[in-house]
């Protein structure tokens, strides 16, 4: 077994074992809404569940050259966000929306993808997506980097509706996996899909 200080590694080299390490990792595709009305999109897969007493989810939108990315300024200045959970049927978009475009292009547009209406929030979620969820934003937390100039912001969102495609839940409220197709990210360009799944008895 080897072991690595991360102190002694670049930024770079610990990101790839991070990535490398840590699979699979769910994708948020995740939609904001600038000051000037331009509908933002953007896939991130530092993404997870915070609790579900209220549900919360968080991203975590990494910024560049400390400066914040479109999402996360967004955002903090609207308070508000869609998270879209990531399948097979619209990978291929999702992904293009990961090109770095000015503030004033929408992704959305790019990508070819729907705006739908939100119905508890100004943001716009998109038609294409079977689960998704408007969120306000409950805190963003400066993170990592250095002194004055942060190397992210966690986005926690509290979940005020859900929108789940009938045909993947039960009576018992349950998500058919299997049905929603989900896919996950590795690293580099590498993605995974949702694989054989078994279940252990919990003790």
């Known amino acids: 077994m080897k072991s690595i200080d991360p102190a002694s590694l670049s930024e770079r080299d610990n990101y790839k074992l991070l990535v490398g390490s840590i699979l699979p990792r769910p994708i948020a595709f995740v939609t904001t809404l600038s000051s000037s009305g331009v509908l933002n999109?953007?896939?991130?897969s530092y993404f997870n569940i915070v609790t579900a007493n209220p549900p919360m989810v968080?991203?975590?939108v990494q910024r560049k050259n400390g400066e914040h990315k479109d999402t996360a300024r967004n955002a903090m200045e609207n308070g508000a966000f869609v998270v879209h959970i990531s399948d097979e049927?619209?990978?291929?978009?999702?992904?293009?929306?990961a090109a770095n475009l000015p503030p004033e292009e929408s992704e959305v547009t790019l990508a070819g993808l729907t705006p739908i209406a939100s119905e508890n929030i100004a943001v716009p979620g998109i038609a294409e997506a079977r689960i998704r969820m408007e969120c306000v934003l409950e805190q963003a937390i400066p993170l990592g980097g250095i002194e004055g100039?942060?190397?992210c912001d966690l986005l926690i969102g509290r979940v005020v509706r859900f929108h789940v495609d009938e045909a993947l839940s039960n009576d018992r409220g349950h998500i058919d996996a299997s049905?929603?197709?989900?896919?996950s990210r590795l690293a580099g360009n590498a993605y995974s899909k949702l694989g054989e799944m078994f279940?252990?008895?919990?003790?």
Not at 41 to 44: R, V
Not at 89 to 97: D, E, H, K, L, P
């Open 179 to 183: 049905a929603l197709k989900p896919v």
């Open 41 to 44: 999109a953007a896939p991130y």
């Open 149 to 151: 100039s942060p190397a």
């Open 58 to 60: 968080s991203v975590s």
């Open 89 to 97: 049927s619209y990978i291929s978009q999702i992904n293009v929306t």
């Open 199 to 203: 279940e252990i008895e919990r003790p």
